[in-house]
């Protein structure tokens, strides 16, 4: 590549950078402050909550890599335009081909940088994240509650209570077995073992519902004990968690799909990016009502591709929707002709 290759491959990245640390830092910022809402209720520590959100950081960036590329390239032909660069490029003699080698060069390193991304780091390092939250979010100090917060300790257990100066209060614990109970005390003291809370509970009633009948036993003390299910890794299923090689793995249906959908991912970018180069660079359509066609276009695409990823599993049915997605960018695109005819 020559030097004019290079300076078109050099804005276009500056403008992609530019871009990237905008939308990565407000998904961030938005992920960090609702990771504060919610652990801040657990008390647990900033720099514990801080580190977590750095462990989102690889997924936000695959999430967001596409709206990168997008109006990175607008943004960059904006400023070529404007600054008459490209009319200096063609004056210069030099042909399309000029701004053809730079762009190929960027699409083979986001079609690399997204596998990588989508296979390999995001789901690496999103399973980090999931295990950590887990963790933190179990590893509660009733001392340092300070508001009233329901805690679902299992399927079974559910408690609530008030924290008063470490003085509890009005202690309600919700337990699901064969009949469901509930368990009321003005005061009490909870003390957490590794496998078993126990409730030293003053002045409340104990209800049992049995058969549409309720059962109640009112005391001045009560005593109880509750297991607590252990478990030392998260196991619960999120498939942005599963990698290249658990994909490979595991060959039922639900894994090939999650993996189609990562591969059209890519494929829906690529279409943009075609789309991008045939219908505006190659046709010279600089205006701003071309660039907008396309943001519109490209936001669709990607809606509809976000829809499909999270509301089916169906391998066929999910393959038959995406091709008909790459399909609408190339084909069925009514905004191009609404805006030439203005």
């Not at 403008?15 to 801040?40: D, E, G, P």
């Not at 890599?65 to 990175?72: E, N, S, Y």
């Not at 890519?266 to 190659?282: A, D, E, Q, W």
Request: overall charge neutral.
């Amino acid at each position: 590549m020559n030097k004019i290759n290079w300076y078109i491959f050099n804005q276009i990245v500056n403008s992609c950078t530019l871009i990237f640390f905008i939308f990565v830092s407000i998904a961030w910022l938005l992920q960090l402050s609702r990771l504060f809402n919610v652990m801040n209720n657990l008390q647990i520590k900033a720099i514990d909550i801080i580190q977590l959100s750095f462990l989102i950081i690889p997924n936000l960036i695959n999430v967001t890599l596409p709206f990168v590329f997008i109006f990175g390239f607008v943004l960059a032909f904006v400023k070529f335009s404007k600054d008459k660069e490209l009319v200096a490029i063609y004056s210069l003699g030099l042909s399309l081909k000029e701004i053809t080698k730079p762009i190929i060069l960027l699409i083979s390193l986001f079609c690399f940088i997204s596998l990588i991304l989508n296979f390999i780091l995001s789901p690496n390092t999103y399973s980090v994240y999931k295990e950590k939250e887990y963790e933190l979010r179990n590893s509660i100090e009733f001392n340092k509650i300070n508001i009233s917060n329901f805690i679902k300790f299992s399927d079974n257990l559910t408690i609530d209570f008030e924290n008063d100066n470490q003085i509890f209060k009005n202690i309600l614990i919700n337990i699901k077995e064969e009949n469901e109970i509930f368990i009321y005390a003005k005061n009490g003291q909870i003390d957490q073992t590794r496998d078993k809370l126990i409730f030293n509970l003053n002045y409340g009633f104990k209800a049992e519902i049995e058969n549409n009948k309720i059962e109640t036993l009112k005391f001045d003390s009560y005593v109880s004990e509750f297991p607590i299910e252990r478990v030392d890794k998260y196991s619960e299923f999120d498939p942005n968690t599963l990698n290249v090689f658990e994909l490979m793995q595991n060959k039922d249906g639900r894994s090939k799909t999650i993996s189609f959908h990562r591969i059209i991912d890519t494929l829906i970018i690529l279409s943009l990016c075609f789309y991008f180069y045939y219908n505006i660079i190659v046709k010279h359509r600089y205006e701003l009502k071309h660039f907008i066609t396309f943001i519109i276009i490209a936001i669709i695409s990607l809606t509809i591709d976000n829809v499909l990823e999270n509301f089916t599993y169906e391998k066929n049915f999910y393959l038959f929707f995406s091709f008909f997605n790459i399909l609408f960018i190339h084909f069925f695109t009514p905004f191009t002709k609404i805006m030439e005819s203005k």
